[in-house]
């Protein structure tokens, strides 16, 4: 009866939520890769081989970096200090390259997609979380110990934490000797406001962002959360990007800027 109620009140949350007034340039052919729950809309014919990705948040799937890695050939820089995604992310890999299956939950058959074993050199895991300084902060567990993904900003209001070492995206950057980001995708459960205003302090360039806003109606640190989501990617369409694309259920936004276009 709870999951049903839940199931309830969260489609209600979503009808009574308003939608952002912000043009989505449809024009841009686009692709999904990944599972229907970790997946992503990234533009077509924009990567390849030498392209620098990084995938900040990874939790217990990790279907879109694989399916980049697949695709492209290109390696997947994943950044997350959560242990048990650290452990699922070093288990996947350890699993692709002795030829046995991993099991992902999202998935609808239950697992991962086989892969070759030289997939696995191309998965580099940085168990450290993007901030927009550099130190260590509380990362604080989500209420329900099934769940996995944990918040620098509390975002589920938690009195559990563990204490993890934090980098601004330009010294995480630095440190792999990355001079530009090809694509970005920022999973952070409500971190994501203050890198994006680190990324324009810094005039990174970063092709392709993939920006999952965590707050939504059915959980939000205010009622301006909307505010807070527009005022973001405006500050981005301000830096010279477009939105090109938006799933229906969730504030995933998959914007490309200007001037690769």
Known sequence: MQSILRRFRTKFYKWTEPSLKLPIHTEIATMRLGTPYGGWIIPQNRLHSDAI??????GEDISFDLALIEKFNCPAHI???TP????HVLGVKQNILAGKPSACSTSPDGFYPPYPPALS???????????NEDTELRFFAPPNEAYVSHSLVNLQQSDRFIEVP??????????????????????????????????????IEIDILCI???????NHFDG?????????????????YIIVAKESSCHNYTLLHQRTI
Request: glycine share 6%; net charge negative; aromatic share 8%.
């Open 53 to 58: 990705c990084y995938l900040i948040g990874a």
């Open 79 to 81: 950044f997350d200090p």
């Open 84 to 87: 048990r995604s650290i452990d």
């Open 121 to 131: 050199e191309k998965i580099m895991l940085h168990p450290v979380g993007i901030w």
């Open 166 to 203: 934090v980098e601004r995206l330009k010294t995480a950057m630095t440190r792999a000797g990355h001079p530009r980001i090809d694509l970005l995708k920022m999973d952070i459960e409500g971190a994501e406001y203050q890198v994006i205003e680190s990324i324009i302090a810094d005039k």
């Open 212 to 218: 999952e806003f965590d707050e939504s109606a059915a």
């Open 224 to 240: 301006k959360y909307m505010q807070r989501i527009q005022g973001a990617l405006q500050a981005l369409i301000e830096f010279g």
